[in-house]
């Protein structure tokens, strides 16, 4: 399993951007599928956005022309561009990785709040 590091998070008012990385302690990361989830209290953990090793990428509905999921092989790291947010977007947000196996970050919160 590869171990994986999320950062950016935090507080941010409706309409704001923040963007989310996550490390990855792997020397063959571009073999990976990496994503992003979320989950909000009480709800069920929900995929946010993925990006397979050949760079295609699929989104929830929900977060379409809002978000950006890319990532930098040089550095091992994954990354997610919000921009627009919205109250429901609040949510604890979770790094994935699968190659054969799947790998879960710790999560980061990320709060959108006037």
């Known amino acids: 399993q590869v171990q994986l590091v999320e950062s950016g998070g935090g507080l941010v008012q409706p309409g704001g951007s923040l963007r989310l990385s996550c490390a990855a302690s792997?020397?063959?990361?571009?073999?990976?599928?990496m994503g992003w989830y979320r989950q909000a209290p009480g709800n069920q953990r929900e995929l946010v956005a993925l990006?397979?090793?050949?760079?295609?990428?699929n989104y929830a509905d929900s977060v379409k022309g809002r978000f950006t999921i890319s990532r930098d092989n040089a550095k091992n790291t994954l990354y997610l561009q919000m921009n627009n947010l919205k109250p429901e977007d609040t949510a604890v947000y979770y790094c994935y990785a699968r190659w054969g196996l799947q790998s879960w970050g710790q999560g980061i919160q990320v709060t959108v709040s006037s």
């Open positions: 990006i397979t090793g050949g760079e295609s990428t």
């Open positions: 792997t020397r063959i990361f571009s073999f990976y599928d």
